[in-house]
């Protein structure tokens, strides 16, 4: 969400969620996240969950500002194109990256065991994915067309931490499948995206 606000160059302010007190968990908080998760964003009391939804809502709403990372839903081509490439990364790379995170990187947090095996069941069905993904970007270069779009941005998170386990499981810049690689080093050197990753 904080990287497509930054891309709109719109003010935002974070608000910390004790987790160690299960504070998401709390009556206020699930008043406005019915499932105790994050995030949720109060907009002058229009409150809104769930990331994916919020980027698109912030995208839409400030359309004329900073960079455009969402077609027009009037171009009704483009915008499929769009929700085409937002359902490829739902299905096809978090689905599947989503049980490495939880047992690799979030059970560690939680004073859980890690559970490589697994982690390591995902690695050949990511890099079948990142086949199609390869197909896609060698016509392209986004996942959209030729404009970067929030569907690309929302690999970012994931992603970064995938990279960061090392090994087999950097498989994002894995020069066995270039663009991919060139797709991976671009979104990832955006501003936004580093303003974000420095705890802007």
């Not at 964003?41 to 994916?52: H, P, V």
């Not at 004329?64 to 790379?93: C, M, R, T, W, Y």
């Not at 970007?137 to 929030?150: E, F, M, P, R």
Request: contains cysteine; hydrophobic residues 40%; negative net charge.
């Amino acid at each position: 969400v904080a990287v497509v606000c930054k891309e709109k160059g719109i003010p935002y302010e974070i608000k910390e969620i004790d987790f160690a007190v299960a504070e998401h968990k709390s009556p206020p908080h699930l008043e406005k996240q019915p499932f105790g998760q994050i995030p949720y964003i109060d907009d002058d009391g229009f409150i809104l969950f769930e990331s994916r939804a919020i980027g698109r809502y912030v995208a839409l709403k400030y359309a004329d500002h900073g960079n455009s990372v969402i077609p027009s839903p009037s171009d009704l081509k483009a915008f499929s194109l769009f929700e085409q490439a937002a359902s490829v990364e739902l299905n096809d790379f978090e689905a599947i990256v989503s049980p490495i995170m939880h047992t690799m990187v979030f059970n560690p947090m939680k004073g859980l065991p890690k559970e490589p095996e697994v982690a390591e069941k995902q690695i050949p069905i990511i890099a079948d994915k990142l086949g199609g993904y390869e197909r896609i970007l060698s016509k392209q270069k986004y996942l959209a067309g030729d404009n970067v779009t929030i569907a690309d941005l929302f690999h970012l998170p994931h992603g970064t931490l995938l990279e960061g386990l090392g090994g087999d499981y950097k498989l994002l810049s894995d020069p066995s499948r270039p663009n991919v690689a060139r797709w991976w080093e671009d979104i990832t050197s955006r501003d936004s995206w580093k303003a974000v990753a420095q705890g802007a």
